[in-house]
T-cell receptor
Framework: DTEVTQTPKHLVMGMTNKKSLKCEQH?????MYWYKQKAKKPPELMFV???????INESVPSRFSPECPNSSLLNLHLHALQPEDSALYLC?????????????FGPGTRLTVL | DQQVKQNSPSLSVQEGRISILNCDYT??????FLWYKKYPAEGPTFLIS?????DKNEDGRFTVFLNKSAKHLSLHIVPSQPGDSAVYFC????????????FGKGTKLSVIP
């Protein structure tokens, strides 16, 4: 298995809703990442987990809450989002955290906040 | 300040010819460079990488060249195929100890049959 899967593919939520994005990989990778990508922009790093511990939080608002229950799973819990949070949310993984490790991306979740 | 620049938003190439995608960077501390391909509604797919100690890396139809003195890298695709039509992102890393990839804005490649 050489892929990163993400569910759901599309999500529409209101500003008062609570929802979660899910990411899974079975490549034995020990680093997992959340990125946000707006239209016609490059991906922007949000969070990095290394060995299930949060290593990087790129000053992301607290309405985004990541969770890494085990080495294969990564969740992003969403609460009280704003319309400007609408974007493609990408999950990625790499064998290890660190700059010499290629990151493998999932297909993304297209999030729309109404 | 954009540290990784892809100055051509789009490129059109005839099938069978060479596609050359360019990328410039400003941070001389970048140590590792990657190219990703992205189709619409999909996540980026890793293509090829190069370490700063090399000036060329080849994988099948894809070759990446690095010119450190010019802070420039390029991706060559030979021969180009219609299935190569996608957005190509250049990314750079500060190497060991850095978790962040800095991406360029992408170049949309169209390969015309």
């Amino acid at each position: 298995d050489t892929e990163v899967t993400q569910t759901p593919k599309h999500l529409v939520m209101g500003m008062t809703n609570k929802k979660s994005l899910k990411c899974e990989q079975h490549m034995g990778h020990r680093a997992m990442y959340w990125y946000k990508q707006k239209a016609k922009k490059p991906p922007e790093l949000m969070f990095v987990y290394s060995y299930e511990k949060l290593s990087i939080n790129e000053s992301v608002p607290s309405r985004f809450s990541p969770e890494c229950p085990n080495s294969s799973l990564l969740n992003l819990h969403l609460h009280a989002l704003q319309p400007e949070d609408s974007a493609l949310y990408l999950c990625a993984s790499s064998l290890l955290a660190g700059g010499y490790n290629e990151q493998f991306f999932g297909p993304g979740t297209r999030l729309t906040v109404l | 300040d954009q540290q990784v620049k892809q100055n051509s938003p789009s490129l059109s190439v005839q099938e069978g010819r060479i596609s050359i995608l360019n990328c410039d960077y400003t941070n001389s501390m970048f140590d590792y460079f990657l190219w990703y391909k992205k189709y619409p509604a999909e996540g980026p797919t890793f293509l090829i990488s190069i370490s700063s100690i090399k000036d060329k890396n080849e994988d099948g139809r894809f070759t990446v060249f690095l010119n450190k003195s010019a802070k420039h890298l390029s991706l060559h695709i030979v021969p180009s195929q219609p299935g190569d039509s996608a957005v190509y992102f250049c990314a750079a890393s500060l190497g060991a100890g850095s978790y962040q990839l800095t991406f360029g804005k992408g170049t949309k490649l169209s390969v015309i049959p």
